[in-house]
């Protein structure tokens, strides 16, 4: 019985360890979430706007474009296209964490709408395939409660917040993002030339493109990984 009983205790611990490391990600999506409900509602949208679409979509930065071009004044058809342009990297994300995702379709659904920026870093953090699984739900279900709750306070806070671009909430997710890669690119040699490539690509670009774009465009890094597996 003790020897169960430490076995449990044991099996515990790394999902207590991921919980207390997700809480980062947890943390940085409330604020921007937060920020997004109050801006759209600031703007002349309904509550209900945001917050159906923070549970539908779930997409932070397609969010904020597709609003950011309702309240500009264009169409529906238009913030959704502006949307789906933003998300497409999103398909290259679900690919790199599909093993993780379940088998059934139920899983594969409900995993596929928690693919996002920070959940699939923190998920690739992970060494070992069960920690990635476990990293995965933990961090893709705590992320998506958040997020939702966040967008609601700030949908329901409206004008009281003010303008939130002066609090600096948009540095929130990428200062998370950086410390959940930092490992990697300290161990991995391969993967540190992909983000230096990346990073170049979309860094040259952004002068020119509208934002969001230069995220899809430093995908390119990807393929000087494969690259490198095919030499190696």
Same mark, same amino acid.
């Not at 611990?13 to 997700?22: C, I, N, Q, T």
């Not at 169409?75 to 789906?84: I, Q």
């Not at 002066?166 to 490992?183: E, Q, S």
């Given at each position: 019985?003790?020897?169960?009983?430490?076995?449990?205790?044991?099996?515990?611990?790394?999902?207590?360890?991921?919980?207390?490391?997700?809480?980062?990600v947890?943390?940085?999506?409330?604020?921007?979430?937060?920020s997004?409900?109050?801006?759209?509602?600031a703007?002349?949208?309904?509550?209900?706007?945001?917050?159906?679409?923070?549970?539908?979509?779930?997409?932070?930065s397609?969010q904020?474009?597709?609003?950011?071009?309702?309240?500009?004044?264009?169409?529906?058809?238009a913030?959704?296209a502006?949307g =789906?342009?933003?998300?497409?990297?999103?398909?290259?994300?679900g690919?790199?964490?599909?093993?993780?995702?379940?088998?059934?379709?139920?899983?594969? =659904?409900l995993?596929?709408? =928690?693919?996002?920026?920070?959940?699939?870093?923190?998920? =690739?953090?992970?060494?070992?395939?069960g920690?990635?699984?476990?990293?995965?739900?933990?961090?893709?279900?705590?992320?998506?409660?958040?997020w939702?709750?966040?967008?609601?306070?700030?949908?329901?806070a409206?004008?009281?917040?003010?303008?939130?671009?002066?609090?600096?909430?948009?540095?929130?997710?990428?200062?998370?993002?950086?410390?959940?890669?930092?490992?990697?690119?300290?161990?991995?040699?391969?993967?540190?030339?992909?983000?230096?490539?990346?990073?170049?690509?979309?860094?040259?670009?952004?002068?020119?493109?509208?934002?969001?774009?230069?995220?899809?465009?430093?995908?390119?890094?990807?393929?000087?990984?494969?690259?490198?597996?095919?030499e190696?």
């Amino acid at each position: 019985m003790r020897s169960l009983h430490r076995t449990s205790l044991a099996s515990r611990a790394p999902r207590r360890d991921l919980v207390r490391d997700s809480s980062l990600v947890w943390l940085a999506g409330g604020i921007v979430g937060v920020s997004f409900g109050a801006i759209s509602v600031a703007g002349g949208l309904p509550v209900w706007v945001p917050v159906v679409m923070s549970l539908m979509v779930y997409a932070g930065s397609a969010q904020f474009s597709a609003v950011g071009v309702l309240l500009a004044g264009g169409d529906p058809l238009a913030a959704a296209a502006t949307g =789906l342009l933003l998300n497409i990297r999103t398909a290259a994300f679900g690919l790199a964490v599909a093993d993780v995702a379940g088998r059934r379709w139920p899983a594969r =659904l409900l995993g596929a709408h =928690l693919v996002t920026d920070e959940t699939v870093a923190f998920t =690739l953090a992970q060494a070992d395939p069960g920690r990635r699984k476990a990293a995965f739900w933990i961090s893709g279900l705590g992320l998506f409660a958040v997020w939702n709750v966040g967008v609601l306070a700030g949908a329901l806070a409206g004008d009281a917040l003010g303008d939130t671009a002066k609090y600096g909430l948009d540095a929130a997710f990428p200062a998370v993002l950086v410390a959940l890669v930092l490992p990697a690119l300290r161990t991995d040699t391969r993967v540190r030339r992909c983000a230096l490539a990346g990073a170049a690509v979309a860094l040259a670009v952004t002068p020119a493109v509208p934002a969001g774009v230069p995220v899809l465009l430093a995908l390119a890094g990807l393929f000087l990984h494969g690259r490198t597996e095919a030499e190696a």
